[in-house]
Nanobody
Framework: QVQLVESGGGLVQAGGSLRLSCVVS????????MGWYRQAPGKQRELVAT?????STNSADSVKGRFTISRDTNAVYLQMNSLKPEDTAVYYC?????????WGQGTQVTVSS
């Protein structure tokens, strides 16, 4: 069973920074996409940013210029700067390839005003 282990969430003041990490527990396919999604209370889960195994990235307009996604072979990171209260949510890591898709357990990010 593949596991995605997330870390790095927490409480931060507006304007602050956090770095999220997610490690995949086992060998993964060479061609894959890893990313971060978030879900705020009462809202649907939404894309934050993704990165392919070749390094192509995609991100939501709301985080462009503030959040940066990066990766190693079996880990993905999200550097979050200039955080806003509206960034408050549970952040989920996702791994997918041609045959599988897995989610992490989620990590809470809370931004106080």
């Amino acid at each position: 069973q593949v596991q995605l282990v997330e870390s790095g969430g927490g409480l931060v003041q507006a304007g602050g920074s956090l770095r999220l990490s997610c490690v995949v527990s086992e060998r993964i396919f060479n061609i894959n996409t890893m990313g971060w999604y978030r879900q705020a209370p009462g809202k649907q889960r939404e894309l934050v940013a993704t990165i392919t195994s070749s390094g192509s990235t995609n991100s939501a307009d709301s985080v462009k210029g503030r959040f940066t996604i990066s990766r190693d072979t079996n880990a993905v990171y999200l550097q979050m700067n200039s955080l806003k209260p509206e960034d408050t949510a549970v952040y989920y890591c996702n791994y997918r390839d041609v045959a599988r898709s897995y989610w992490g357990q989620g990590t809470q990010v809370t931004v106080s005003s």
